[in-house]
């Protein structure tokens, strides 16, 4: 299909070149010279990621999917971000960018799901030059230059969206971020058309973080021992005192900040802290991504060889799905 494309395509200047011949010489040449260039942007655009709708289309199906067979144990974070990423991506003119919080344990799949939703809206999906992933501990490490890291990661969003308007912004570690730094995108994450003429709203900010962790293992744990199914669990279970706990704790990143004050994120995601069974459902998904047949036996040694908390009940993961990689190149 592409080589039949730019084949046409090449036919088609050709013969209008010849055309045009035959009566003025000028306006050929600035007529293929026009041709030729926009031929040229074309392929170029057809091999080079570009801000268009061949290298940024959401499948919503495939988040769908996506959500419902590599993301194990997190029932409420599956549907909040299959909603929140839908209802924002099928809105031609949102008003506000959209911008999500996770939070939960280490390991329970907060990086994974950035990485879902990255895949499902680039084709290049994490590698995409539209999807820019900021690490605290290595982009603003010295809280003495806080300042600068400002204002550069003002001009860096600011450049970044002027270039194209779907990008995405994903902040992990953010409660190893000084809570200053956050404030100072927050009039991008607001309510205006649009700041010095660049338009905010089409762009998505997540934000990844264990703030709130503690928060959420106490409701799960208390419906554990209330022998409730975890599926019950709803967010207004969580919601409250996740964004309380947030809010309030001076490590999260988030500590005091205007952007809960004024309510500029639009969803907190709660992880669930992962049982026994999910570390065999990640063990075995792992193997199969390996090539090899997924295997209880195995799946067993992995999961049985991790530690689990509180330490007599012994119900979660203490790294969730994390290492589970390495231990797998001990058992397989
Ligand atoms: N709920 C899950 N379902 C499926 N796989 C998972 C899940 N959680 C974690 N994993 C697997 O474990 C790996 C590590 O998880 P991930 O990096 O997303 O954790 P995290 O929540 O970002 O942890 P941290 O808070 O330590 O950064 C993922 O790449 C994925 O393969
Ligand atoms: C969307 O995702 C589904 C499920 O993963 C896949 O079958 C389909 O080909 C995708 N569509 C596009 C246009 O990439
Ligand atoms: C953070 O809060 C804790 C307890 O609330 C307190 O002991 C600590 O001094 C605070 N740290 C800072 C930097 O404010
Ligand atoms: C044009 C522009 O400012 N680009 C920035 C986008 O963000 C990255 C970081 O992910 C910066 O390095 C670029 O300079
Ligand atoms: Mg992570």
Known sequence: MKVSGICLCLHVLLTAGVLVNAFDPITTTVLVGVGTAALGRTIYNYFHESCDKKWIAFNATGLQTDLDEKLFGQHIASRIVLKAVNGFMNNE????????????????????????????????????????LFTSTLHFPHPSQIATYKSQLQQWIKGNISNCERS?????????????????????????????GVSYRKSIFIFLSNAGGESIVETALDFWRAGRDREEMELKDLETSLSLSVFNNNKSGFYRTSLIDKNLVDFFVPFLPLE????????????????????????????????????????FSVKGCKTIDSKLDYYA
């Open 276 to 315: 026994y069974k999910h570390i065999i459902q990640c063990t075995k998904a792992e193997m199969k991504a390996r090539g090899l047949e997924p295997d209880q036996n195995v799946a067993n040694k992995v999961a049985k060889d991790l530690v689990y908390f509180p330490k007599f009940d012994r119900v």
């Open 93 to 132: 003119n949102p008003k506000k960018p959209l911008v999500l919080s996770l939070h939960g344990w280490t390991g329970t799949g907060k990086n994974f799901v950035s990485k879902l939703i990255a895949e499902n809206v680039y084709k290049e999906g994490m590698h995409s030059s539209f999807v820019h």
């Open 168 to 196: 995405l912004f994903i902040f992990d570690e953010m409660d190893k971020m000084h809570p200053g730094l956050i404030d100072s995108i927050k009039p991008y994450l607001d309510y205006y058309d649009k700041l010095d």
